[in-house]
């Protein structure tokens, strides 16, 4: 049965609205963007501030037994840190930082840069600004913020919480965001090109507004700051509760909402803790719908998400409503699920929120030990993980880059028995429907490492966002000889010829690894179901990663490799039996599996991977390579032209190309996603022709 892959999206590149004056980039609008609330409210003693510990402390101070926050900064690259009565097991006292330090601050920034996080919501608390030491130390923090922001090219935006908000405090707000125009010239782009634009005007973000927990201020008070804002130049993203929509559950019945709603530029709901990774599919059908009013209503929408959440030590472990992180496939989940909800901008919760849990920026694996119990980052993700992840969400956002996103096959069981579905050794090809189809194998394995491939799936897509998994292709108990039960099925390519199709895998006949690798031959008159095992190719050496190309002239080529070998042949026309022997593939440097064909302007391009787990030097994991070779033959003699792809994730592996409507795509495969060496998951970038030949990732500018 044929059923939507709503965990496969690819896109194409687009425009976020970021544009370069005078060498600097601005922008001009929050479509495109993945954006992230930024706290800041972190001080210590000693920082110059005079608030002491604030945001760390419990009733009690900041001591054992005695503090607001449930995660711990990973503070190995603060400028300044301060110490604390917290130790570690091994007795070592532990430090954090103070947001009213100018570095701190430049740090996160940098950190946005490194990472591809496009910029933060300042966030400007009503009940903190309206004291004295609040407005220096916040003040003190937006300036470090605009520096930083124009520094690092990161979108900045002034973002009021009006929690605790008294009525007749919205002229207070009018004032101070009037001040802040000023003194940091948003309006002049010539002189701050980070401020974020949207809809042609500075953007000030208002959140709190339509919840019925019992405010002091309304939607009177709303409509001021609303209009007040608006007739000062600014356009206005409004922060709402989660169901503003319906009128109910945590938001007022008036229907007024919808109406100052329909006033504002962007609406933004409040999810944090709403839901977790088991709850969630609900809600994202509920911004789904979101999304759909707001289009009709003509507003943005910009979804929330959030990484996890804990505040144990700020209300009590008896009181705390963990939602596990589950190494960011939660975060990871949301974020897009968010853009196949056709989202067009994205709000993390939060930057640096630590007391609630919900920070993505580096936090402590190793953390303080004793009466306070603090969430560390999980055990097989690093402190950047969920950096890392919003960054990459940000070019699938931007539609710069694609992704095949891991799903839990069984989320009610216990460890260690989950198991995970991942897709690896992509290959691709566009049929004579028009549709790009990919033919993958499937990693099944329990956390704990074992590997099992013994199935196949296929892919298509006629858009390359919206994709149909049609299910099961072929799995090991459908052929005839060899393993039935994990039964290594890697690696499979797909070839038409005549109006049928020629499913190309290899497979044991005894186990994986005796040199009794044969290459299985199923056939059908459609490109994802109804194959059907034929035999398999007699005279081909017992290696794996089968490769068919049919050229031009219709004349088909068949190869496989492995441990440093390729070779190639061709086949005769029933697309099963060889042509003549096989040819060893010479001048292919540094071979080691995976071999791909392609042709462009004549020439045929072999790809291939040169990286192996086994490839350590002096303790270091492999080169994590693509490489490539051209011939005027699709037999040779190859001259190998080097890398096309040299990525930083591990186990990068086993490339196909393709062109697709016009732009051609480079896919493989990596474990970035599920953080296990041996679940792997499919990506896929742009790559050019260049006009000498060669072929990169990266467009040439000249």
């Known amino acids: 049965m044929v059923k939507r892959f709503d965990w496969l999206l690819v896109f194409l590149l687009f425009s976020i609205g970021a544009t370069a004056q005078s060498g600097r980039k601005q922008y001009d609008s929050y479509k495109g963007l993945v ?32 503090c607001s926050v449930d995660m711990w900064p990973e503070v190995s690259e603060y400028k300044k840190l301060y110490k604390t009565e917290f130790t570690f097991a091994d007795g070592k006292q532990a430090s954090v930082f103070s947001s009213y330090d100018e570095s701190t601050v430049n740090v996160h920034f940098k950190w946005m840069k490194e990472y591809g996080l496009d910029g ?16 220096k130390h916040f003040n003190k923090v ?54 974020l634009y949207h809809n042609g005007k500075p953007l000030v973000t208002v959140w709190g507004v339509g919840f019925n927990d019992n405010r002091r201020y309304g939607l009177k008070e709303a409509a001021r700051i609303i209009d007040g804002l608006k007739s000062q130049g600014f356009s206005v993203m409004l922060g709402v509760p989660t169901q503003w929509r319906e009128l109910k559950g945590d938001t007022e019945s008036d229907p007024q909402l919808h109406a100052l709603i329909r006033k504002c530029d962007i609406i933004m709901p409040w999810f944090v803790g709403r839901y977790n990774q088991t709850t969630y599919p609900k809600y994202q059908k509920l911004v789904e719908e979101d999304i759909q009013w707001a289009k009709k209503n ?12 804990s505040w144990a030590n700020m209300k009590g472990k008896e009181h705390n409503s963990l939602i596990p992180r589950n190494k960011g496939s939660f975060l990871w989940d949301q974020l897009m699920g968010a853009i196949r909800a056709g989202a067009e901008m994205i709000y993390v919760a939060m930057f640096d929120e630590i007391d609630e849990g919900t920070a993505i920026f580096k936090c402590a694996r190793k953390v303080p030990v004793g009466e306070s119990t603090f969430v560390p980052i999980e055990e097989g993700v690093e402190s950047d993980h969920y950096l890392k992840l919003v960054g990459e969400a940000g070019k699938i956002l931007r539609k710069e880059k694609a992704t095949a996103l891991n799903t839990s096959l069984n989320p009610a069981t216990p460890n260690p028995f989950i198991r995970h579905m991942y897709t690896a ?30 199935r196949y799936h296929v892919f298509s897509t006629d858009d390359m966002v919206t994709w149909t998994d049609h299910g099961e292709i072929l799995s090991s108990e459908q052929v005839p000889w060899g393993r039935k039960e994990g039964g290594f099925m ?65 004349q ?46 004549g020439k045929y391009y072999l790809s291939y991977s040169d990286n192996h787990d086994e490839n350590w030097n002096d303790g270091v994991k492999g080169d994590n390579r693509m490489r490539y070779a051209i011939s005027d033959s699709p037999l040779g003699p190859w001259e190998s032209k080097g890398i096309y792809m040299e990525p930083t994730d591990s186990y990068t592996n086993h490339g196909s190309i393709v062109k697709f409507k016009g732009q051609w795509y480079a896919f493989y495969h990596n474990s970035a996603l599920s953080g296990h060496d ?14 000498d030949g060669t072929i990169q990732m990266v467009k040439q500018t000249k």
């Open 678 to 691: 041996w679940l792997r998951s499919i990506c896929v970038d742009k790559l050019y022709h260049n006009p």
């Open 120 to 135: 933060v919501f300042m966030q400007r608390f009503i009940t903190e600004i309206r004291n004295e030491s609040g407005m």
């Open 425 to 454: 050794d992509p290959s691709a090809h566009v049929w004579k429907d028009g549709r790009l189809y990919v033919y993958a194998s499937h990693d099944i394995a329990p956390p704990r490492g074992c590997d099992l491939m013994d």
């Open 556 to 601: 088909a080529y068949v190869y496989n490799g492995g441990g440093g070998i390729c070779k190639g042949g061709k086949l005769k026309d029933n697309m099963i039996e060889l042509d003549g022997p096989m040819q060893l593939m010479k001048g292919l440097e540094d071979f080691h599996e995976a071999a791909w064909i392609h042709k462009y302007n």
């Open 35 to 66: 954006m992230a609330g930024y706290q800041g409210w972190f001080n210590t003693p000693g920082d110059g501030s005079g608030r002491g510990w604030h945001h760390y402390n419990g009733r009690e101070g900041f001591r054992p037994g005695s």
């Open 490 to 554: 890697w690696a499979p390519d797909c070839a038409y010829r005549n109006g049928t199709y020629y499913f190309y895998f290899p497979h044991p006949s005894e186990t994986a690894w005796d040199g009794s690798w044969k290459i299985g031959v199923a056939t059908s008159n459609k490109p994802a179901e109804g194959f059907k095992v034929q035999g398999y190719i007699e005279g081909m050496d017992p290696m794996i990663d089968p490769c068919v190309f049919v050229d031009d002239d219709g």
């Open 142 to 195: 937006l300036n470090s913020a605009m520096k930083a922001a124009n520094k690092y090219e990161r979108a900045i935006c002034v973002m009021y919480d009006l929690s605790g908000m008294k009525p007749g405090e919205e002229e207070f707000l009018l004032k101070d965001i009037a001040e802040i125009a000023q003194r940091y010239s948003i309006k002049n782009r010539a002189k701050n090109s980070s401020y």
């Open 298 to 309: 003509m507003v943005d929408y910009a979804p929330l998400v959030f990484p996890g959440f």
